[in-house]
């Protein structure tokens, strides 16, 4: 299965107030290329919301490392609650490889 994270409003407010050039970026802009992670394999809505919930924190991480390195500048708590105000997502259940070339592995 695979996720889209798309970023709300929230985050654009937290990398505006640590990041004075990124006081003209938009959500439109944040959003032109959402992060797609693949999760294990769901057969449900259900199911598919448990894996987003196992996996958040490496996500959340992955995304606030993506614009601000400065971890100290980070929210202190991230919890799920703090993720899904932050993160709109969706998920697809049908992911198809026509790469020649074998997955690489990256932990995240």
């Given at each position: 299965?695979?996720?889209?994270?798309?970023?709300?409003?929230?985050?654009?407010?937290?990398?505006?107030?640590?990041?004075?050039?990124?006081?003209?970026?938009?959500?439109?802009?944040?959003?032109?290329?959402?992060?797609?992670?693949?999760?294990?394999e769901s057969y449900s809505d259900?199911?598919?919301?448990?894996?987003?919930?196992?996996?958040?924190?490496?996500?959340?991480?992955?995304?606030?490392?993506?614009?601000?390195?400065?971890?100290?500048?980070?929210?202190?708590?991230?919890?799920?609650?703090?993720?899904?105000?932050?993160?709109?997502?969706?998920?697809?259940?049908?992911?198809?490889?026509l790469a020649k070339?074998?997955?690489?592995?990256?932990?995240?």
């Amino acid at each position: 299965m695979a996720v889209i994270l798309f970023t709300k409003g929230p985050l654009l407010e937290w990398l505006h107030s640590i990041d004075p050039t990124s006081r003209d970026l938009t959500l439109r802009d944040l959003n032109l290329e959402p992060s797609v992670y693949l999760l294990t394999e769901s057969y449900s809505d259900e199911e598919a919301a448990r894996h987003v919930r196992r996996c958040y924190k490496a996500m959340f991480e992955a995304e606030l490392d993506g614009w601000w390195r400065q971890r100290s500048d980070w929210p202190r708590n991230l919890t799920y609650g703090l993720f899904t105000e932050w993160f709109d997502w969706q998920y697809h259940s049908v992911v198809l490889d026509l790469a020649k070339d074998p997955l690489i592995g990256e932990e995240v």
